[in-house]
């Protein structure tokens, strides 16, 4: 069964220090694997896009690892603002089909002063 | 702002009443998206279209909900009858298409609370 499956649920953090989240999945065939964020009443909007052959995916703060062997994802957060408070949502695609993403459930995120 | 629009932003509506929701994609992109997304839960996938033609529906979509998309261009999501578990966020999403796996944009959703 194709699953997505994140941890922790939720986390906070102070301003300033540095957070990992994890997602682990089995879904197959696998073709890419997406972090996203999304605000509070907000759609959810793409921070990194990792296919099969690429281990980490930076932009700016947010570093993304993948390893496709164990199946499993981490986003990593340096320097946390509270910007950063957010829900952040793992999405692996398949190869087959135009309705191919599965979602994780989320981690909540807040940072706090 | 990924490009994609979504009206309105925000819906309160009575038990039984008829809603409907409208979606701008990217003015280019082939395929639209609906998902519903209820608090603490990833969104779940409802229906796509491929230009005007509505390829894919969930077992989530019951009869009481429609979706059109004429012309290719904008879509809407109507939901009849509207039921207290309807009370979700739903999400507009597009993508070029032509490629598996084509990165989809999201809109800001429609919070729709049924009372």
């Known amino acids: 069964k194709n699953q997505v499956e994140q941890s922790p649920q939720s986390l906070i953090i102070l301003e300033g220090k540095n957070c990992t989240l994890q997602c682990n999945y089995t879904v197959s065939p696998f073709s890419n694997l997406r972090w996203y964020k999304q605000d509070t009443g907000r759609g959810p909007v793409s921070l990194t896009i990792m296919t099969f052959s690429e281990n980490t995916k930076s932009n700016g703060r947010y570093t993304a690892t993948l390893d496709a062997d164990t199946k499993q994802s981490s986003l990593h957060i340096t320097a946390s603002q509270l910007s950063d408070s957010a829900s952040y949502i793992c999405?692996?695609?398949?190869?087959?089909?135009?309705?191919?993403?599965?979602f994780g459930t989320g981690t909540r995120l807040t940072v706090i002063p | 702002d990924t490009g994609v629009s979504q009206d309105p932003r925000h819906k309160i509506t009575k038990r039984g009443q008829n809603v409907t929701f409208r979606c701008d994609p990217i003015?280019?992109?082939?395929?639209l998206y609906w998902y519903r997304q209820t608090l603490g839960q990833g969104p779940e996938f409802l229906t796509y279209f491929q230009n005007e033609a509505q390829l894919e529906k969930s077992r989530l979509l019951s009869d009481r909900f429609s979706a059109e998309r004429p012309k290719g261009s904008f879509s809407t999501l109507e939901i009849q009858r509207t039921e207290q578990g309807d009370s979700a966020m739903y999400l507009c999403?597009?993508?070029?298409?032509?490629?598996?796996?084509?990165?989809?944009?999201f809109g800001p959703g429609t919070r729709l609370t049924v009372t």
């Open positions: 999405v692996v695609s398949i190869q087959t089909g135009a309705n191919n993403l599965f």
């Open positions: 003015s280019e992109h082939n395929r």
């Open positions: 999403a597009s993508s070029l298409g032509g490629a598996t796996g084509d990165e989809q944009y």
